[in-house]
């Protein structure tokens, strides 16, 4: 019974983050790559994707906080992120990369300071779900991560994108 | 990194090689095809292999271009095709590219978030079969498959052809189109190119390495052959049909010097692209000078030694590429001893003629004696001459004349027409090694060019090649000015720039080569030394080096050299400018320059030795001939090549100094030719 609910719940959630744009058609790819070979394919994919992008999102605030700011650099890691984001189906991840960057370009650091307030919410707070950064606020999200639920949904949902996927792109 | 099997069904490795034996790709094809991907995401990269997975593929994962490229190496035919990303921490995409392209000749796809027109053209240009703009989908890569069976089938469609040519007819080859498959190389030349790198195709070439497939191998004397020809066709004229009759090689198809052209004058295009173009070329330009500074300061080659020797043109520029060359030979993925780098020049020296073709002087197929021991009076016209083709090198050339006053401004003013392309590689000094190098091909490390130079100087230099390694060089030189990285695939400097002639030419295939000088044309800007040494070296000498690209009539002197360098200066010299066709040539050059890496590897390794106490003199000598005679003016050419130049000496010199010098030259040898920079001018 809980079961099902959780199933439900999950599969809600989860047309929820294609419907807000959260994640696009790259993630239905990894999803369809997952078989019974690979059982977890989705969640192996999605936690290198996390650890990956902790990194960067680490350079990168270290990045910010030099003065001058180099757009150099910080282009670069967003490039990275943004290939990382796409390969994963991040959309929205991947849009605010793509407008990182023309903040870079145009050596705007205003803008870009700007812009990484919310940026930064977002990313930190899936970050957080892993335990690596503190919380902050999200307006778009009252999901919590949490590790514990994430794995309940995962051992009972077999097959089904991991939780922590759909919370993720939550971001 | 990890060797994952497909799952089920794929069959193994050899089995997916087996196929390349014949026409009929096995049953099981594509399954088993071996993918390598490189990609520093590591996210991209498990997504990437789950896919391949999912195709059936085998699939060996990786995230760093050095691991991949030494994994490919160690294995040369474990692989069916590599897929990269651009932007990779430790090496630049299209580097890796190149690299591969030139060393393995596999098909390369490249991928990207970045799908900028600017990239994906960049892309093209480098050799890549394909482009993949991520996310990549798994549709994407179900087809990848056709790139490998593409290359296959060109690959045996020439060998076919060479085959039959081998029974004699070879010259003959009237190929129904040879236009036809000019353009049908076009997009595969490095393919084939690379294909014929491998093949033997003559008996001449009996220093090359051994195939392992059939494939043209265009070592320094075949690539001066060709060069003669194509010079003596005219740049314009030149068309694989008559290559092919004028060269007389026995077991070379139309189709091998048709791709060959084609590499040639991308390559000369690239020289002379380059030259013009960059504002590095300028500074580069003046890299030719430089690269002969860089020359006489890698070998601490004299060119005064070397004008002394006079004659040793050809060889002297061998020689000095060789040991520039020779330097960065430990570098490139080809081992190509400095006997090696000699055959580069000759190569070079051709293709430096194309360059030249431009300058129309050099087509007068006079033998590229001008670096013989052509006495003094000859570097006024031939100054002039090069003036005038080094209209593109500009400032190159002239450096080369600081070096000596008269006689260097002449090599200067040849070398600037040679430099043009060379420019590329004269941006460094360590361009010097490098031009055997870029003559012959992005591969040949200076190592090669050192080489190649003391074949020229040797005294095989009778082929003419003598000549061409002297341009070569300059062209070489231009090569590494331009790019940093490319050196290697620049310096089709060989053939394309005869020398000074294709200055001109080159401009724009200088600026070409820049950009494709990471891609591959893999003509290693080579000439841009030997114009380099030609111009360091000596003023007066020049003229005699000059020959060296000419014929290396090293000969003459440099007997030890024997062998490889046939010199038959005047041929190969007249072909590097007539074929100097530019725009297609700098493919061809690269073609070329590959081959002659692969002749001079095999060049007598022994003979280098001989050379190196000559080949340092050769090298500056040759550098300083080649321009001479790039000059079109017949009366350099005449002049020059009366004179010997201590060949053996000049060869031995530039042993001499590509063994030493070349450590410098290693880097740039790198076949990404990026490390111009790193040879110590």
């Given at each position: 019974?809980?079961?099902?609910q959780?199933?439900r719940?999950?599969?809600?959630?989860?047309?929820?983050?294609?419907?807000?744009?959260?994640?696009?058609e790259?993630?239905?790819?990894?999803?369809?790559?997952?078989?019974?070979?690979?059982?977890?394919?989705?969640?192996?994919v999605?936690t290198?994707?996390?650890?990956?992008s902790?990194?960067?999102?680490?350079?990168?605030?270290q990045?910010?906080e030099?003065?001058?700011?180099?757009?150099?650099?910080?282009?670069?890691?967003?490039?990275?992120?943004?290939?990382?984001?796409?390969?994963?189906g991040?959309?929205?991840?991947?849009?605010?990369?793509?407008q990182?960057?023309?903040?870079?370009?145009?050596g705007?650091?205003?803008?870009?300071?700007?812009?990484?307030?919310p940026?930064?919410?977002?990313?930190?707070?899936?970050?957080?779900?892993?335990?690596?950064?503190?919380?902050?606020?999200?307006?778009?999200?009252?999901?919590?991560?949490?590790?514990?639920?994430?794995?309940?949904?995962?051992?009972?949902?077999?097959?089904?994108?991991?939780?922590?996927?759909?919370?993720?792109?939550?971001? | 990194m990890?060797?994952?099997n497909?799952?089920?069904?794929?069959s193994?490795?050899?089995?997916?090689?087996?196929?390349k034996?014949?026409?009929?790709?096995?049953?099981q094809?594509?399954?088993g095809?071996?993918?390598?991907?490189?990609?520093?995401?590591?996210?991209?990269?498990?997504?990437?292999?789950?896919?391949?997975?999912?195709?059936?593929?085998?699939?060996?994962?990786?995230?760093?271009?050095e691991?991949?490229?030494?994994?490919?190496?160690?294995?040369?035919?474990?692989?069916?095709?590599?897929?990269?990303?651009?932007?990779?921490?430790?090496?630049?995409?299209?580097?890796?590219?190149?690299?591969?392209?030139l060393?393995?000749?596999?098909?390369v796809?490249?991928?990207?978030?970045?799908?900028?027109?600017?990239?994906?053209?960049?892309?093209?240009?480098?050799?890549?079969?394909?482009?993949?703009?991520?996310?990549?989908?798994?549709?994407?890569?179900?087809?990848?498959?056709?790139?490998?069976?593409?290359?296959?089938?060109?690959?045996?469609?020439?060998?076919?052809?060479?085959?039959?040519?081998?029974?004699?007819?070879?010259?003959?080859?009237?190929?129904?189109?040879?236009?036809?498959?000019?353009?049908?190389?076009?997009?595969?030349?490095?393919?084939?190119?690379?294909?014929?790198?491998?093949?033997?195709?003559?008996?001449?070439?009996?220093?090359?390495?051994?195939?392992?497939?059939?494939?043209?191998v265009?070592s320094?004397?075949?690539?001066?052959?060709?060069?003669?020809?194509?010079?003596?066709?005219?740049?314009?004229?030149?068309?694989?049909?008559k290559?092919?009759?004028?060269?007389?090689?026995?077991?070379?198809?139309?189709?091998?010097?048709?791709s060959?052209?084609?590499?040639?004058?991308?390559?000369?295009?690239?020289?002379s692209?380059?030259?013009q173009?960059?504002?590095?070329?300028?500074?580069?330009?003046s890299?030719?000078?430089?690269?002969?500074?860089?020359?006489?300061?890698?070998?601490?080659?004299?060119?005064?030694t070397?004008?002394?020797t006079?004659q040793?043109?050809?060889q002297?520029?061998?020689?000095?590429?060789?040991?520039?060359?020779?330097?960065?030979?430990?570098?490139?993925?080809?081992?190509?001893?400095?006997?090696?780098?000699?055959?580069?020049?000759?190569?070079?020296?051709?293709?430096?003629?194309?360059g030249?073709g431009?300058?129309?002087?050099?087509?007068?197929?006079?033998?590229?004696?001008?670096?013989?021991?052509?006495?003094?009076?000859?570097?006024?016209?031939?100054?002039?001459?090069?003036?005038?083709?080094?209209?593109?090198?500009?400032?190159m050339?002239?450096?080369?004349?600081?070096?000596g006053?008269?006689?260097?401004?002449?090599?200067?003013?040849m070398?600037?027409?040679?430099?043009?392309?060379?420019?590329?590689?004269?941006?460094?000094?360590?361009?010097?090694?490098?031009?055997p190098s870029?003559?012959?091909?992005?591969?040949?490390?200076?190592?090669?060019?050192?080489?190649?130079?003391?074949?020229?100087?040797?005294?095989?230099?009778?082929?003419?090649?003598?000549?061409?390694?002297v341009?070569?060089?300059?062209?070489?030189?231009?090569?590494?000015?331009n790019?940093?990285?490319?050196?290697?695939?620049?310096?089709f400097?060989?053939?394309?720039?005869?020398?000074?002639?294709?200055?001109?030419?080159?401009?724009?295939?200088?600026?070409?080569?820049?950009s494709?000088?990471?891609?591959?044309?893999?003509?290693?800007?080579?000439?841009?030394?030997?114009?380099?040494?030609q111009?360091?070296q000596?003023?007066?000498?020049?003229?005699?080096?000059?020959?060296v690209?000419?014929?290396f009539?090293?000969?003459?002197?440099?007997?030890?050299?024997?062998g490889?360098?046939?010199?038959?200066?005047?041929?190969?010299?007249?072909?590097?400018y007539?074929?100097?066709?530019?725009?297609?040539?700098?493919?061809?050059?690269?073609?070329?320059g590959?081959?002659?890496?692969?002749g001079?590897?095999?060049?007598?390794?022994?003979?280098?030795?001989?050379?190196?106490?000559?080949?340092?003199?050769?090298?500056v000598?040759?550098?300083?001939?080649?321009?001479?005679?790039?000059i079109?003016d017949?009366?350099?050419?005449?002049?020059?090549?009366?004179?010997?130049?201590?060949?053996?000496?000049?060869?031995?010199?530039?042993?001499?100094?590509?063994?030493?010098?070349i450590?410098?030259?290693?880097?740039?040898?790198?076949?990404?030719g990026?490390?111009?920079?790193?040879?110590?001018?």
């Amino acid at each position: 019974m809980e079961r099902i609910q959780m199933r439900r719940q999950l599969a809600l959630m989860r047309q929820s983050f294609f419907d807000q744009g959260f994640l696009d058609e790259q993630f239905i790819q990894l999803e369809e790559l997952q078989d019974d070979a690979n059982p977890n394919f989705v969640e192996e994919v999605v936690t290198l994707y996390y650890r990956d992008s902790s990194r960067l999102i680490l350079n990168i605030d270290q990045a910010l906080e030099r003065n001058p700011l180099d757009f150099n650099k910080l282009d670069n890691y967003m490039h990275q992120f943004k290939g990382s984001s796409t390969s994963i189906g991040a959309k929205k991840v991947k849009a605010e990369c793509t407008q990182f960057r023309e903040y870079c370009k145009a050596g705007n650091s205003e803008g870009k300071k700007d812009k990484l307030g919310p940026w930064r919410q977002h990313v930190a707070q899936g970050i957080d779900g892993r335990g690596q950064k503190k919380k902050q606020d999200l307006t778009w999200q009252n999901i919590v991560i949490d590790k514990s639920k994430i794995h309940t949904f995962n051992h009972q949902k077999n097959g089904c994108p991991s939780g922590i996927t759909m919370f993720w792109f939550s971001m | 990194m990890n060797q994952s099997n497909c799952k089920g069904s794929m069959s193994t490795a050899s089995s997916s090689t087996n196929w390349k034996a014949n026409d009929v790709v096995p049953d099981q094809f594509p399954a088993g095809l071996r993918v390598l991907v490189v990609d520093d995401d590591p996210t991209c990269l498990v997504i990437l292999e789950k896919m391949l997975r999912t195709c059936l593929y085998e699939v060996t994962k990786c995230n760093r271009a050095e691991v991949a490229l030494s994994m490919l190496r160690e294995n040369k035919n474990g692989f069916d095709i590599v897929i990269s990303d651009v932007h990779m921490p430790d090496m630049d995409g299209f580097k890796l590219l190149e690299h591969i392209g030139l060393e393995m000749d596999l098909p390369v796809i490249m991928m990207s978030a970045d799908d900028g027109k600017q990239v994906v053209m960049k892309g093209v240009t480098h050799g890549a079969c394909d482009y993949l703009i991520k996310p990549v989908r798994i549709e994407a890569l179900k087809n990848i498959w056709q790139h490998v069976v593409r290359k296959k089938k060109n690959e045996w469609k020439d060998l076919e052809q060479s085959g039959s040519v081998e029974e004699g007819d070879r010259q003959q080859k009237l190929s129904e189109d040879v236009d036809y498959s000019s353009s049908a190389n076009e997009g595969n030349w490095k393919n084939s190119k690379k294909r014929k790198d491998e093949e033997e195709e003559t008996e001449d070439r009996d220093d090359t390495s051994t195939l392992k497939k059939p494939r043209v191998v265009w070592s320094v004397e075949l690539h001066q052959q060709f060069v003669a020809a194509v010079n003596q066709l005219g740049i314009d004229k030149a068309v694989p049909k008559k290559i092919l009759e004028l060269m007389n090689v026995p077991g070379l198809t139309r189709e091998n010097v048709a791709s060959h052209l084609q590499k040639y004058r991308l390559y000369l295009r690239r020289l002379s692209g380059v030259s013009q173009h960059q504002g590095m070329n300028n500074s580069f330009m003046s890299p030719q000078d430089a690269t002969f500074g860089a020359m006489s300061s890698l070998n601490g080659l004299d060119l005064q030694t070397l004008s002394v020797t006079g004659q040793l043109p050809a060889q002297s520029l061998a020689t000095l590429q060789a040991a520039g060359l020779g330097r960065s030979t430990t570098k490139s993925s080809i081992p190509m001893p400095l006997v090696d780098q000699r055959n580069l020049f000759s190569f070079e020296n051709p293709k430096l003629r194309f360059g030249e073709g431009q300058q129309q002087q050099m087509s007068s197929n006079k033998p590229m004696n001008l670096l013989h021991g052509i006495p003094t009076t000859m570097e006024p016209k031939q100054l002039a001459s090069l003036h005038q083709s080094a209209q593109s090198i500009g400032s190159m050339n002239m450096q080369v004349n600081t070096h000596g006053g008269q006689g260097s401004s002449l090599l200067m003013q040849m070398a600037q027409p040679q430099s043009r392309g060379q420019i590329l590689n004269e941006s460094t000094s360590s361009h010097v090694p490098r031009l055997p190098s870029s003559i012959g091909q992005p591969i040949m490390t200076n190592g090669i060019a050192g080489g190649v130079i003391g074949r020229n100087g040797i005294g095989d230099n009778s082929r003419g090649t003598g000549y061409n390694q002297v341009p070569p060089s300059s062209s070489m030189l231009s090569f590494p000015m331009n790019h940093t990285t490319e050196l290697a695939g620049n310096s089709f400097p060989l053939g394309s720039t005869p020398g000074i002639s294709n200055v001109t030419s080159k401009g724009s295939f200088q600026e070409e080569g820049n950009s494709e000088m990471k891609g591959s044309a893999g003509f290693p800007p080579s000439y841009d030394i030997f114009n380099d040494l030609q111009q360091h070296q000596h003023k007066s000498h020049d003229w005699e080096l000059q020959n060296v690209g000419l014929h290396f009539d090293a000969s003459q002197n440099a007997n030890p050299i024997q062998g490889n360098l046939d010199v038959s200066p005047s041929v190969l010299v007249h072909q590097g400018y007539s074929s100097s066709q530019r725009s297609g040539q700098n493919r061809n050059a690269s073609a070329v320059g590959r081959a002659m890496f692969s002749g001079v590897e095999c060049v007598e390794q022994g003979n280098m030795q001989n050379f190196s106490p000559h080949l340092n003199n050769l090298l500056v000598d040759n550098s300083v001939r080649v321009k001479a005679e790039t000059i079109p003016d017949a009366n350099c050419q005449t002049t020059l090549f009366t004179e010997h130049f201590g060949q053996d000496d000049l060869m031995s010199a530039l042993l001499k100094q590509q063994q030493g010098g070349i450590g410098t030259a290693e880097t740039d040898f790198d076949l990404d030719g990026y490390s111009m920079d790193n040879i110590p001018v």
